[in-house]
C-alpha cells in the first residue's frame, strides 16, 4: 500500500490518519512531539519543528502523498516536501488560507459574497475603516487566529484606543496586519466541506448548522435550517471557492446565514470541526473524502444515512471541573445514553477551551437528537457533589 504523510499530529491528522489506515495506506505523521494524537494512531512519526527542513525532507522521501492538518505551515515547509512528493494543498492554497487580507481580497475578487472590510495598520486606519464600514466593526488579526483569539468588536471609535494595533503581525510588504469587517446580522451560521480532486472533480457535503459558544464551536446540526434554495446555493458557493482555489484536498467555507442571503466568514483548506459529525451521518466521512482527494480516488458519496445527526465538542472545561471535585468525567453515566459516539483525542492535558473529545448522535428528529446529546453530556460532570 501506498503511504501518506500527514504534517501535524492534532485530533484533525489524528481522525484523518485512522480513516486512511482503514483504507489500507500506511500514514507517517510529521509533529513537535512522539505523544500527540496524530502520532499516537499512525504507521510512524518523525518529530521535529516545522522549521527544521532536514528532518522535514526524510519525512517526505519515505512519503508518496503529502497533507497537512493546519494551515500555518511556513511556504518553505511545504516547498521542502513538495519536492519528495506531491502535496496538497499547494502553497497558494496555504498563503490564502494563512492571511486574512489576502483570504478576504481573493473571495471578493472571485465573486464569493463576504462582509464588507478594510486594512487597519493603526488606530487612525480602524476609525477610519468604522467611519466608512459603519460601527460597530469586528477587527482581526490578519495572521494566526483561531477561536476569536485576536478579535476585538469595536461598537465607536472611542473603542480604538483599547487595542494594541502593533501587537499585530503583517504577512509582507504593505499588507495589513489587521482587518475590519462589518458586523454581520446573521441569523444563524453554517459551514460547507468541499473536496476536489486533481483531475478536477468536486463534491460538497450537506450544510451543517454551527453553535458557537465563547467564539468556539459548540455543537454541528444536520441537516440545518435553511431553505432548499439556500442549501444549494451554499453548496455552489463552496464549489465555486475550490475551483477558484484550484483546490486539491479538502476545505471548509464557513458562512453567515442572514435573513435572505449567505455571507463567507473565512475558509480551512483542511478537515473541520464541524464536519466530525459525517463520521456517523454520511455515508462518506471527511476524513475518508480528503483521504480520497488526494490519493485521486473517486470521491465519496456525501448523503447522509440518517434522517438527523448532532456533534457536541468537549472541552477541557469537563475536566477541569471534574478535578475539582477531585474526579474524573463520567464516562459510565455519559456512555450509558443511548446512541451516543464517543471520540476522544488523547491528549494528555485538558485546560479550559482546549478541544479534547467530541459526542455524536443520530436518529430521526433533530431537537431530539440534540437534547439526547445534551444529556449525554451533562452526564460527563453528574453525581460529581
Ligand atoms: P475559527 O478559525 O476557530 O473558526 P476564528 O478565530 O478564525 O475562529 P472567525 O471564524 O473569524 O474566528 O470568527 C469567530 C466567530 O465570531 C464567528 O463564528 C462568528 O460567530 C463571530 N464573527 C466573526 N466575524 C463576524 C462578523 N463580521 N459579524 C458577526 N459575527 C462575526
Ligand atoms: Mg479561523
Ligand atoms: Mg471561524
Known amino acids: 500500500g501506498a503511504t501518506i504523510g500527514m504534517v501535524g499530529g492534532g485530533q484533525l491528522g489524528r481522525m484523518f490518519a485512522m480513516a486512511a489506515a482503514r483504507m489500507g495506506y ?33 519525512f517526505a522521501k519515505r512519503c508518496d502523498v503529502i497533507t497537512l492538518e493546519f494551515e500555518n505551515i511556513p511556504a518553505d515547509t511545504i516547498a521542502a516536501c513538495s519536492k519528495h512528493a506531491p ?28 462582509a464588507g472590510f478594510e486594512p487597519v495598520h493603526d488606530r487612525e486606519t480602524v476609525v ?73 472533480r468536486v463534491e460538497t457535503f450537506p450544510v451543517f448548522e454551527n453553535d458557537h459558544q465563547n467564539h468556539i464551536l459548540d455543537e454541528t446540526k444536520l441537516p440545518a435550517d435553511v431553505s432548499p434554495e439556500m442549501e444549494t446555493q451554499a453548496r455552489e458557493i463552496a464549489r465555486r471557492v475550490a475551483e477558484h ?39 462518506t466521512s471527511q476524513f475518508e473524502q480528503h483521504v480520497r482527494a488526494i490519493c485521486g480516488l473517486p470521491l465519496g458519496d ?13 472541552l477541557g472545561d469537563i475536566w ?14 455519559c456512555l450509558e445514553t443511548p446512541g451516543v459516539a464517543l471520540h476522544l483525542y488523547g491528549k494528555h492535558a485538558a485546560p479550559a ?3 479534547m473529545g467530541h459526542l455524536t448522535a443520530v436518529g430521526n428528529d433533530l431537537p431530539e437528537v440534540s437534547e439526547r446529546l445534551r444529556l449525554a453530556r451533562e452526564r460527563l460532570l453528574g453525581g460529581l457533589g
Open 26 to 58: 500506511r500514514v507517517g505523521v510529521f509533529c513537535g512531539s512522539s505523544d500527540e494524537p496524530a502520532a499516537e494512531v499512525a504507521a510512524f512519526t518523525v518529530c521535529g519543528p516545522l522549521t527544521d527542513h532536514s528532518a522535514i525532507e526524510a
Open 128 to 200: 477610519a475603516a468604522g467611519e466608512k464600514l459603519g460601527w460597530p466593526i469586528i477587527v482581526k488579526t490578519c495572521r494566526s487566529g483561531y477561536d476569536g483569539k485576536g478579535q476585538h468588536r469595536l461598537n465607536s471609535p472611542d473603542d480604538a484606543a483599547s487595542v494594541e494595533w502593533a501587537g499585530a503581525e503583517s504577512g509582507g510588504d504593505g499588507q495589513p496586519p489587521w482587518v475590519a469587517e462589518a458586523l454581520v446580522p446573521f441569523e444563524r451560521e453554517a459551514s460547507v466541506i468541499v473536496a476536489r480532486t486533481l483531475d478536477q
Open 245 to 283: 482555489l484550484g483546490l486539491v484536498g479538502l476545505l471548509c467555507v464557513e458562512l453567515f446565514v442572514t435573513k435572505d442571503e449567505l455571507i463567507v466568514n473565512e475558509v480551512a483548506p483542511r478537515p473541520h470541526n464541524s464536519g466530525h459529525v459525517t463520521i456517523e451521518a454520511c455515508a
Open 353 to 355: 477551551g482546549r478541544k
Open 87 to 114: 502535496t496538497y494543498p499547494d502553497a497558494s492554497v496555504l498563503a490564502m488560507a494563512q492571511d486574512r487580507w489576502i483570504e478576504k481580497t481573493t473571495l471578493r475578487e472571485a465573486g464569493i459574497p463576504v
Open 320 to 333: 477541569v471541573a471534574a478535578e475539582s471535585h477531585g474526579a474524573s468525567p463520567n464516562w459510565e453515566s
Open 302 to 314: 456525501t448523503s447522509m444515512v440518517v434522517p438527523a445527526a448532532s456533534m457536541l465538542n468537549l
